[in-house]
Every structure is written in C-alpha cells, then in structure tokens.
C-alpha cells in the first residue's frame, strides 16, 4: 500500500505557473501508474493528467493540454505536475492518485475509479 500527499498549491495570478508534487511512501512506486485530478466547487472530480509506471506515455485533458505537464522521479518516489499559464478555470483542490499497476488500455488512465490511492489534496485558486 502506499501514501500519497501532494504539496505546491496556492494563490496565484492568472498566467502564472506552479508545480505540484507528490510524495509517495512505499518501495514499488516505480511500479504504479500516477495520476492527478481536481475537483472545483460544486463540480465532479476531473481527470487532468496521468504517466504511465514506465514514464513513456502520458495523457492529458483536452482543457490543459499544451499548459501542463506530469512527470515522475521514481529515484524521489515522486510525481510533478508542472502547470504553466495558468487560468482562473483551473481553480480546484489538485489529487494525486496511484494505481500499483499498469493500465493497458488508454481509456483506463483517464477513470478514476482505476486509481485505488489517493492523496488529500492541495488547493491551486488561480485569480483573474
């Protein structure tokens, strides 16, 4: 089992950038697919980006593609999501999540029902 907590939230301005991280516990992070997600107010929980446990393929949503960016460091036990340009949109509480496994087909990266362990979050609030 492992324990996920994020951290690099904050109040930012528009067009600003931030990175979130998350710090896994346990020896097999190497092994498990990553995820991030972020619920807003009064909204569902989203899928926002995912990294393969090779590292080789990541997803994006259509809504941060080309402005975020997952990465993982597995000598660190750590995942990144680097967001740049940010937008009062993106305002939500950011989730870190893990699947020990691999997901074999693209689908599966995007549901979060796939990720079984979940950070408590950390609050991104983007101002106009």
């Known amino acids: 089992q492992v324990q996920l907590v994020e951290s690099g939230g904050g109040l930012v301005q528009a067009g600003s950038s931030l990175r979130l991280s998350c710090t896994a516990s346990?020896?097999?992070?190497?092994?498990?697919?990553m995820g991030w997600f972020r619920q807003a107010p009064g909204k569902e929980r989203e899928f926002v980006a995912a990294?393969?446990?090779?590292?080789?393929?990541?997803y994006y949503a259509d809504s941060v593609k080309g402005r975020f960016t997952i990465s993982r460091n597995d000598t660190k036990n750590m995942a990144y999501l680097q967001m740049n340009s940010l937008r009062p949109e993106d305002t939500a509480a950011y989730y870190c999540?893990?699947?020990?496994?691999?997901?074999?087909?693209?689908?599966?990266?995007?549901?979060?029902?796939?990720?079984?362990?979940w950070g408590q979050g950390t609050q991104v609030t983007v101002s106009s």
């Open positions: 999540a893990g699947n020990p496994g691999t997901l074999y087909r693209d689908s599966y990266y995007f549901r979060s029902y796939e990720y079984p362990y």
């Open positions: 346990g020896r097999t992070f190497s092994t498990y697919t």
């Open positions: 990294i393969s446990s090779t590292g080789r393929r990541t």
